[in-house]
Nanobody, 116 residues
Framework: QVQLVESGGGLVQPGGSLRLSCAASGRVFTIYAMGWYRQAPGKERELVAQITRDDTTTYADSVKGRFTISRDSTASTSTVYLQMNSLRPEDTAVYYC????????WGQGTQVTVSS
């Protein structure tokens, strides 16, 4: 089992920045990749960014050059960060942390609202 706890969402003006964090605990040694997905009202959940155990990163085209994913791991915890810069209103969504291990795990979601 892997438990995920997210933090860092909120309200920001267009052009602003936010940093999301997701702390994984439990059987973190089984995690192959961690990432962030988002779901806007009326839309399907989509991949935003992912980072693997060997630090290979993947980004959605819509966030390339604006968002950066990174991770920090210890023997018992693994934390993934999403630095979001130059935020746009279309980035407004609930952001979900995801980890891929033997099973796939999801966080509870954190709201990001970009509005003036």
């Amino acid at each position: 089992q892997v438990q995920l706890v997210e933090s860092g969402g909120g309200l920001v003006q267009p052009g602003g920045s936010l940093r999301l964090s997701c702390a994984a605990s439990g059987r973190v040694f089984t995690i192959y990749a961690m990432g962030w997905y988002r779901q806007a009202p009326g839309k399907e959940r989509e991949l935003v960014a992912q980072i693997t155990r060997d630090d290979t990163t993947t980004y959605a085209d819509s966030v390339k050059g604006r968002f950066t994913i990174s991770r920090d791991s210890t023997a018992s915890t693994s934390t993934v960060y999403l630095q979001m810069n130059s935020l746009r209103p279309e980035d407004t969504a609930v952001y979900y942390c995801n980890s891929v291990a033997i099973d796939v795990y999801w966080g509870q979601g954190t709201q990001v609202t970009v509005s003036s």
